[in-house]
């Protein structure tokens, strides 16, 4: 099997094998518009001497809608796979497509359970086939049992508003011992700075920026937090669980999939941060347990990598099967 790798710009960031053919559409200074992009891939796609077979059209609802285009431009009919990596609500709010996006997919890869109920409700015919964002499953050192934890959080991601990180410097403000909370990534620092010191926990936020390894010394931390208003996966979920660190997160992308109230983490209501003080609260004083590491590991098993890699080429078979049919 080939595979071929279409981006849209050239971001500087490899993420992918040495094995695969990459190309870029634009430059990476450029801004293009949703036609300049139809444009570019009929013009790619025209200048290939081997048509794909099936074309993966991932990341924006809107890829979908942009394959199809370009592939009328060229009056060529090649089967599309749809696999968004956000919800359709997202999608739709953020302006780079929605639902009606997947009407122009002949099959659509689900990677969560929310976005699988999302399309279900929507009333499309499109197929659908649900697969797993894999992790590589880390080597720890150490017993994470045997440490004692503190009252410390850890963050990993953007730093924008849909992730949503008022909710937990409310709650932080709002505690009855005090919670110390380590932000791991980059984004809008100076307005989440300003927000943190409206609430009046600044000086219990370590912003560490972006890291290599994100999990590095964290053994004596309690929990990874994820206080998402959405997500499309969210894979520092099984990231951090496979690490032995539990999670508390909203009902967001795997969460309600992967998270086991009191056995590997807990689930918080979205924008909920009386919910979220009263769940660090209880930790703190002992009513609610931090979940063992050995139990959040084992949690996420079938996320594994190779496992991951089973389910994408039976994924991938039965999605050209309905293609040609």
């Not at 891939?41 to 809107?62: C, E, F, H, N, R």
């Not at 499953?137 to 850890?154: C, Q």
Request: aromatic share 8%; proline share 4%.
């Amino acid at each position: 099997m080939d595979l071929r790798i279409i981006q849209l710009v050239d971001t500087g960031l490899k993420w992918w094998n040495d094995a695969c053919t990459v190309s870029s559409l634009c430059e990476a200074e450029m801004n293009p518009s949703f036609m300049d992009t139809v444009e570019a891939y009929a013009s790619y796609l025209k200048s290939v001497p081997i048509k794909p077979d099936v074309i993966l059209a991932t990341g924006w609802p809107v890829t979908i809608t942009i394959v199809r285009e370009a592939l009328k431009r060229i009056g060529e009919k090649i089967s599309i796979v749809g696999y968004p990596h956000m919800t359709l609500q997202e999608g739709e709010k953020t302006g780079v497509g929605g639902v009606l996006c997947l009407n122009d997919a002949d099959v659509v890869f689900s990677i969560s359970k929310q976005i699988d109920t999302e399309i279900q409700n929507s009333g499309l015919s499109v197929k659908t086939i649900r697969v797993n964002n894999g992790i590589t499953f880390p080597e720890v050192s150490g017993n994470r049992d045997a440490v004692l934890k503190e009252r410390k959080l850890l963050y990993i991601g953007r730093l924008v508003d849909g992730k949503n990180l008022s909710v937990v410097f409310r709650a932080m403000a709002n505690t009855k011992d005090e919670w110390f909370l380590r932000i791991v990534g980059q984004g809008e620092l100076e307005k989440t700075k300003e927000e943190a010191l409206s609430f009046g926990v600044l000086d219990h936020v370590e912003f560490c920026g972006f890291k290599q390894n994100p999990y590095e010394n964290t053994e004596e931390f309690s929990f990874c937090i994820i206080p998402s208003n959405y997500e499309g996966f969210c894979l520092v979920i099984p990231e951090a669980l496979s690490r032995g660190i539990p999670v508390i997160s909203t009902p967001v992308g795997c969460a309600t999939e992967v998270i086991r109230p009191g056995e590997n983490g807990y689930l918080v209501n979205v924008d909920d941060s009386e919910m979220l003080t009263q769940i660090l609260d209880y930790v703190s004083d002992g009513s609610l347990p931090v979940p063992k590491a050995e139990i959040c590991r084992a949690s996420v098993l079938n996320y594994e990598i190779e496992h991951a890699f089973e389910k994408w080429h039976e994924a991938i078979l039965e999605a050209i099967k309905i293609c040609g049919e």
